[in-house]
């Protein structure tokens, strides 16, 4: 079959079955499984795709119709340029975390030596990210589940960050102690009475534990302001990933800790995205 073909049959096929990302879903898992570049998938139309690659395709196709996300089919999600292996103790990276990353990276002098905690690290994503553009940067980077940070430790490992990147099995940052550059988190914000009702692509396949944000979403905000007054330096910063509806709340939290000079940052589509503070 050809690879044009082959996309287009997967495209229609999870057109039929109501997949809102039909186009891209099938772009990227013609490419993920081929190993090409979405770009390469529409250049190459005419090339060849062998009879057992093919097969192999229309089942994760088939398997994308029925809710499970490409990610958790490829057993990968690219973020900040790189490709962050899953297992199902991590949640997926997101394109919108990014922006916590460049909000981190725009209000840190590069060169200096930095010490920061990525506390509910998952696939390591952020942490390796800051690394990758952080040289003399070293992260804390905390999970409570082992399984979850046994991921984060070899994507760490694979992307070439390994010997910065220092795993910490903990609740929160219970287990952290000495002084820190930075404190940053996309903890679990979501309230737990709207968890069912989540898009199957998320309730049914990210680990509940990196979902429940508890009764009003915030018990993670709440827990972690407390420790980073502990754990940063005069100076030091904390950055938080929200819920779209969550930076008030978040700020109000931040301004009672005794955090300064507090920054909300919208994503690309309009939403709050990331609320920072300043430890004076």
Same mark, same amino acid.
């Given at each position: 079959? *050809?690879? /044009?073909?082959?996309?287009?049959?997967?495209?229609?096929?999870?057109?039929?079955? /109501?997949?809102?990302?039909?186009?891209?879903?099938?772009?990227? #898992?013609?490419?993920?499984?081929?190993?090409?570049?979405?770009?390469?998938?529409? #250049?190459?139309?005419?090339?060849?795709?062998?009879?057992?690659? =093919? =097969?192999?395709?229309?089942?994760?196709?088939?398997?994308?119709?029925?809710?499970?996300?490409?990610?958790?089919?490829?057993?990968?999600?690219?973020?900040?340029?790189?490709?962050?292996?899953?297992?199902?103790?991590?949640?997926?990276?997101?394109?919108?975390?990014?922006? &916590?990353?460049? =909000? @981190? &990276?725009?209000?840190?002098? !590069?060169?200096?030596?930095?010490?920061?905690?990525?506390?509910?690290? /998952?696939?390591? =994503? $952020?942490? @390796?990210?800051?690394?990758?553009?952080?040289?003399?940067?070293?992260?804390?980077?905390?999970?409570?589940? !082992?399984?979850?940070?046994?991921?984060?430790?070899?994507?760490?490992?694979?992307?070439?960050?390994?010997?910065?990147?220092?795993? +910490?099995?903990?609740?929160?940052?219970?287990?952290?102690?000495? *002084?820190?550059?930075?404190?940053?988190?996309? !903890? !679990?914000?979501?309230?737990?009475? +709207? $968890? *069912?009702? &989540?898009?199957?692509? +998320?309730?049914?396949?990210?680990?509940?534990?990196?979902?429940?944000?508890?009764?009003?979403? &915030?018990?993670?905000?709440?827990?972690?302001?407390?420790?980073?007054?502990?754990?940063?330096?005069?100076?030091?910063?904390?950055?938080?990933?929200?819920?779209?509806?969550?930076?008030?709340? +978040?700020?109000?939290? #931040?301004?009672?800790?005794?955090?300064?000079?507090?920054?909300?940052?919208?994503?690309?589509?309009?939403?709050?995205?990331? @609320?920072?503070?300043?430890?004076?």
């Amino acid at each position: 079959m *050809e690879l /044009g073909a082959l996309w287009r049959e997967v495209r229609n096929s999870l057109r039929s079955a /109501g997949c809102e990302t039909a186009d891209l879903d099938a772009k990227a #898992l013609v490419s993920g499984a081929l190993d090409l570049s979405i770009s390469e998938v529409i #250049l190459r139309d005419g090339d060849e795709v062998s009879t057992e690659k =093919a =097969a192999y395709i229309q089942s994760l196709a088939t398997q994308r119709a029925q809710g499970v996300p490409v990610g958790r089919l490829l057993g990968w999600r690219e973020f900040w340029g790189m490709r962050f292996a899953l297992n199902p103790a991590t949640l997926e990276p997101r394109p919108d975390t990014e922006i &916590l990353v460049e =909000a @981190v &990276l725009a209000r840190t002098v !590069p060169g200096r030596p930095l010490r920061f905690a990525d506390i509910g690290t /998952g696939t390591g =994503a $952020i942490a @390796v990210a800051l690394l990758s553009e952080l040289p003399e940067a070293d992260c804390l980077a905390v999970d409570l589940s !082992p399984e979850a940070l046994s991921c984060a430790i070899a994507n760490a490992d694979r992307l070439g960050v390994g010997k910065r990147f220092h795993p +910490v099995v903990s609740d929160y940052a219970s287990a952290l102690s000495g *002084e820190l550059d930075w404190l940053v988190s996309n !903890p !679990p914000y979501i309230r737990s009475e +709207v $968890i *069912e009702g &989540l898009d199957r692509d +998320v309730r049914d396949h990210d680990p509940m534990l990196a979902l429940d944000g508890g009764a009003d979403g &915030l018990a993670a905000y709440r827990t972690l302001t407390a420790e980073a007054q502990k754990l940063l330096k005069n100076g030091g910063r904390i950055a938080f990933e929200i819920g779209f509806d969550q930076a008030a709340d +978040v700020s109000d939290l #931040l301004t009672g800790a005794g955090f300064v000079n507090i920054e909300i940052i919208q994503d690309l589509g309009g939403n709050d995205r990331v @609320v920072l503070g300043l430890r004076p």
